[in-house]
Structures are given as structure tokens and as C-alpha cells.
């Protein structure tokens, strides 16, 4: 992938991706096979991804094109397509447990 194409959606929706781990962007490696094991997210982050992505795809015809190769997507197609590309794409769950002690 080509990080110097600024005008890219795809590169605009990977550089948001990172945000939401506080990754760095520039670091990544998109070449790398499994480069989305990088990093985890809660089931909390991706949802908010994911709601970003269908609203981003939703409102910029241009994204649909580069991404779904559409141009005139209804906005349940822009969720689903949002939600494809996490499963495809989005960094993996957190497995991590939290312990909480109960107090009385």
C-alpha cells in the first residue's frame, strides 16, 4: 500500500483505524501479512469504528467508489460494507479479562 497517496480513502480509513489504538500510522506496515494482529481492541472501539466508517462511506460518494466500487449506496449498504471490512480488516478483539473485586 502507498502511504504517500494522500487522497486516498482507504488511507484516510487505515490512519483512523490506528487512531483508535493509538498506533502510528506511519509505522505500519500494511504489506506485512496479519498486519491487523498488531494491535487489539475492545468490542466497545470497534463498534465506534465501525459507526465512523458507515457514516464516512455514507456521506463520501467517492469512498464508496474506491471501496465497494459503487457510488450510490443506501445507508444499511454503507453499515454493512463498515462491518465487512472490520471483519476483514479490523485489529483483533481484546481477549484480556478484567477483574473486578466486590465489596460489601
Do not use: P
Not at 80 to 86: G, P
Request: proline letters at 0%.
Amino acid at each position: 500500500m502507498n502511504k504517500q497517496k494522500q487522497d486516498s480513502h482507504l488511507n484516510v480509513i487505515l490512519a483512523n483505524m490506528c487512531r483508535y489504538v493509538e498506533a502510528n500510522y506511519w509505522d505500519m506496515d500494511f504489506n506485512k501479512d496479519n498486519w491487523f494482529q498488531d494491535y487489539e481492541w475492545s468490542q466497545e472501539i470497534e463498534d465506534n469504528f465501525t459507526k465512523w466508517l458507515s457514516e464516512y462511506l455514507y456521506g463520501i460518494k467517492e469512498a464508496q467508489k474506491e471501496l465497494c466500487a459503487r457510488s450510490s449506496m443506501r445507508k444499511k449498504e454503507c453499515e454493512d460494507a463498515a462491518r465487512d471490512f472490520v471483519f476483514q480488516y479490523g485489529w483483533s478483539r481484546t481477549t484480556r479479562w478484567v477483574v473486578v473485586k466486590y465489596v460489601e
